[in-house]
């Protein structure tokens, strides 16, 4: 007797396999892909899987990084790890709930083929966890309310705003 598959458990698999998969499946409306993008993708593969601790990506705008790594990253892995923390920081608050409300959005999305919802408690674009487990994600601009929280995965995505703060004494 041959095992068949319920959709569910298909994509469920699917996704669980590769952060990449995940990112086709997710995007089929606008995904374009792109060698870098698949290497970056690899790359968040490594650091899900404990084998890479750090990582900076150096692209010029409009290339996907924050897309990928901000966005999309952190719903995924989550959705593997939810008991894990996670933390973006960005120079402001505004771009950092901008990209968590996009995480928050695609974890939604696909949190029923992990059978995991966002907390009742905890659903605000500054921070949301996920029902019945510690994990979730804090979001806060360059020195925000992060102080104290401890984190398994840490974005840090263009922390300094423009050249005159880049280039600024302080």
């Known amino acids: 007797m041959q095992y068949v598959a319920s959709p569910k458990e298909f994509d469920r698999a699917l996704f669980s ?9 997710d995007g089929k409306a606008y995904w374009v892909d792109g060698t870098h993008l ?14 890479l601790k750090k990582m900076i990506v150096t692209l010029p705008p409009r290339h996907g990084k924050s897309e ?10 989550l959705l593997q790890n ?4 996670i933390i973006i920081s960005t120079y402001s608050a505004d771009l950092s709930y901008d990209f968590s409300r996009i995480a928050t959005s695609t974890f939604s999305r696909h949190s029923s083929l992990f059978d995991l919802q966002l ?6 674009v500054a921070r949301w966890g996920i029902e019945g487990y510690r994990g979730g994600l804090v979001a806060a601009g360059v020195g925000g309310p992060i102080t104290g929280r ?21």
């Open 119 to 124: 907390a009742k408690d905890s659903q605000s």
């Open 68 to 77: 990928l790594i901000s966005k999309k990253f952190p719903a995924w892995y």
């Open 38 to 51: 698949r290497i970056i993708s690899e790359r968040l593969q490594d650091v899900a899987e404990g084998k």
């Open 82 to 85: 939810p008991n894990h923390e």
């Open 150 to 170: 401890g984190f398994h995965i840490g974005i840090i995505d263009d922390p300094i705003k423009n050249r005159e703060e880049a280039n600024s004494d302080t």
């Open 17 to 25: 396999r590769s952060f990449y998969d995940f990112l086709q499946t």
